[in-house]
């Protein structure tokens, strides 16, 4: 009964057992959500899904199996919130830029005729003038030549897009993707500092020996547990020239979060700003200023940026060089990482592209220079060399 | 049994829906949501609508999984040896109880409550994965088996500080408390001062969900900050006008200290009041 739901589901990656789907069947068989779509979607949802990370998964599956449109590109229907759009928009166009969009009829009328077309395309789609994709001459797509391109889903063709409209570039990454992060689990293992806090629970046999021998009766005695006391502040780049090593970040992020429990990520665009950004999907109303991250995590904090530190060497020299820095700072990155570099005793900068490219930008050149050299290949044994840096 | 909410506490479809498929396919019950949405709460109110009695575990960072069956007290035994006292002779004396233990033998269906699970040690779930499944353990000590003479109803609350093991979410349902809607939130109201005047309250949730939309906030006013809220300014007899004051500089609510937890959240605002009047004057 269902299969095909099921089936969907595991397309859409909803991480579903066959345990819970019989739990599904077990409910339907007494009755629950008889006959009521409506009913029978929470139901499958509160049987099916286990994290509200992947309600939005689920959602995507269970209306691509039920209107029978399995086949539409899941980077399109993302929704894409209007007054974002609205609002980059505004800031980003030129006055000439403004006066042509006039000529289509507006800015409203744009975003309407977008969401119109995203409604009635049902397949992705390369070329062309019309339609939402890559490459043609239609308003909206990726790689297009009409002023107002609204860039939809992946990849700009020579990696220097500016502003990129492209909402899965950002997804957050999967923190349970499961890899091979086995490798870089043991790398990270050597960051291990144990130390003993929190309440006595433990037998402490040799203080109770020495302690009953003095007393001439048994005296227990009791010590804190053993805790990893390493504390890591993660700071990842997405979007843009990432995507090729979204993969192994992943891998880093998920051994990452198992290996230590003090372990706070935030995301950044290529560099480092006024501000960064803990969840993905908010990234344009929950910002965190980085001052903010200066006072929150003491010195001793572990600093470790994954970044491929490719870009124009402006987003670091100069102000409001940032592409995605609609903070309108006042001080150009470099300020701020700096600010870091002296706040933190530790900081590192492992990068996923293979050494022997490093010196072919000029960016990732500065960018050593202002880790003191500490940056290493994303790799098992680069990630070795960082781990014994900071643990030292 | 089905629960169907409680005089006061507000159930959405979904979340009855989600209570009712445990408790007949005999599930535990994850709930995760927003602090401050009631979780907790979710489980007293189900005991109350069932008229089942509630054991509540307090999940703690210290907190381990066979502390919710039983513990045996080594050490008290170790030290009445030493005294002579006849108790000694009885393994049984130095068993104590866990929550889990005293839930399985109630006569009745009891609720179980299990209270911030994600705050314990990571394996900690995984170490229940079979109490939980079977309703059952073994005593080593004294070598009987616990056997649940009623399935409890079990309900586990989790703040998501840590990832829950897949074999154990497996197990569970899952209930998401999405922060309630307008309608959703106005009921609520209602039901928790029913006698409380239409335009302040309308007035206060305006200015509720407008605090909710202020970017950046550490900690985002929820529902029991918007109840707690309510009282304080009714105890004020603070009037609807005082609310009904459109000026933006004054961006500061009445008696905030009920909404805005963190000492940052509050310059923000006082620096949004100044951006704002500022911007009137220019």
Not at chain 1, 319 to 331: L, Y
Not at chain 2, 61 to 82: F, W
Not at chain 2, 220 to 233: A, H, M, R, V
Request: charged share 30%; hydrophobic share 40%.
């Amino acid at each position: 009964m269902l299969i095909g739901l099921f089936e969907t589901l595991r397309t859409h990656r909803v991480p579903v057992s066959l345990r819970e789907w019989l739990d599904l069947m077990a409910a339907l068989d007494r009755d629950f959500a008889f006959a009521d779509p409506q009913e029978f979607f929470h139901l499958a949802r509160t049987t099916l899904v286990k994290d509200e990370r992947h309600f939005d998964r689920f959602e995507r599956a269970f209306a691509a199996y039920f209107d029978g449109v399995a086949k539409i590109d899941p980077t399109l229907l993302a929704q894409i919130p209007e007054d974002w759009l609205r609002q980059s928009f505004q800031r980003l166009l030129s006055e000439e830029e403004k006066a042509k969009l006039q000529a289509l009829g507006g800015l409203d009328k744009l975003l309407e005729e977008f969401r119109k077309r995203l409604e009635e395309q049902k397949e992705r789609h390369a070329g062309g003038s019309r339609w939402i994709g890559t490459g043609g001459t239609s308003p909206f797509g990726a790689g297009g030549t009409n002023p107002m391109g609204m860039r939809v889903g992946p990849n700009g063709g020579g990696r220097s897009a500016v502003k990129v409209w492209d909402q899965r570039n950002y997804r957050a990454l999967d923190g349970d993707a499961d890899l091979s992060p086995r490798n870089f689990k043991l790398a990270l293992r050597r960051l291990r500092r144990f130390a003993r806090e929190g309440a006595a629970e433990e037998f402490d046999l040799d203080a109770t020996i020495d302690a009953t021998a003095r007393e001439a009766m048994l005296d227990v005695k009791f010590r804190p547990e053993r805790h990893n006391a390493i504390k890591v502040l993660l700071l990842l780049d997405i979007g843009g020239s990432m995507d090729d090593h979204i993969k192994v970040c992943e891998a880093l992020f998920g051994a990452a979060k198992a290996e230590f429990k003090r372990l706070e990520h935030f995301y950044f665009h290529n560099f480092i700003y006024s501000s960064v950004w803990r969840n993905d999907s908010l990234r344009m109303s929950e910002r965190i200023a980085t001052s903010d991250l200066l006072r929150r995590y003491n010195a001793d904090y572990k600093v470790i940026f994954v970044g491929d530190a490719a870009m124009a060497p402006y987003e670091i020299t100069h102000v409001g060089g940032g592409i995605d820095d609609f903070g309108g700072s006042e001080e150009p990155g470099e300020a701020w990482f700096r600010r870091i570099m002296a706040h933190f005793r530790k900081v590192v900068w492992l990068n996923p592209t293979p050494r022997n490219q490093w010196g072919y930008t000029m960016s990732n050149q500065m960018i050593r220079e202002l880790v003191d050299e500490h940056m290493y290949p994303l790799t098992p044994d680069g990630l070795t060399e960082a781990t014994r840096w900071l643990a030292k | 049994m089905k629960f169907d909410g409680t005089e006061r506490y507000v159930a959405t479809n979904e979340l009855k829906l989600a209570v009712n498929a445990a408790i007949a396919l005999q599930r535990p019950l994850l709930i995760k949501g927003e602090p401050g949405t009631g979780k907790t709460l979710l489980a007293e109110e189900i005991a109350l609508a069932l008229d089942a009695p509630l054991h509540t575990w307090h999940i703690k960072s210290t907190t381990k999984a066979h502390q919710g069956l039983y513990e045996y007290d080594a050490v008290s035994r170790l030290r009445d040896s030493q005294l002579g006292d006849p108790r000694v002779a009885d393994v049984r004396h130095y068993i104590k109880r866990g929550k889990l233990w005293q839930a399985f033998d109630e006569d009745r269906r009891a609720v179980l409550l299990i209270d911030e699970i994600d705050k314990a040690d990571l394996e900690f779930p995984n170490d229940l994965l079979h109490e939980l499944d079977r309703m059952e353990f073994h005593v080593y000590e004294t070598g009987e088996t616990v056997r649940a003479k009623q399935r409890p109803i079990i309900v586990i609350t989790s703040n998501n500080e840590k990832e829950l093991p897949d074999a154990f979410l497996r197990r569970c349902f899952f209930h998401y408390i999405a922060f309630p809607d307008r309608p959703t939130l106005q009921r609520i109201v209602d039901v928790h001062y029913p006698g409380i005047a239409q335009d302040l309250a309308a007035r206060a949730l305006d200015m509720f969900f407008e605090l909710r939309e202020v970017p950046a906030l550490k900690k985002k006013p929820s529902t029991s900050e918007l109840i707690d809220w309510l009282k304080l300014l009714l105890a004020d007899h603070i009037p609807a006008s005082a609310l009904a004051e459109r000026d933006p500089a004054k961006a500061i609510p009445p008696l905030y200290g009920a909404l805005i937890k963190h000492e940052q959240d509050v310059q923000l605002l006082e620096r949004l009041a100044f951006m704002h009047r500022r911007a009137g004057r220019g």
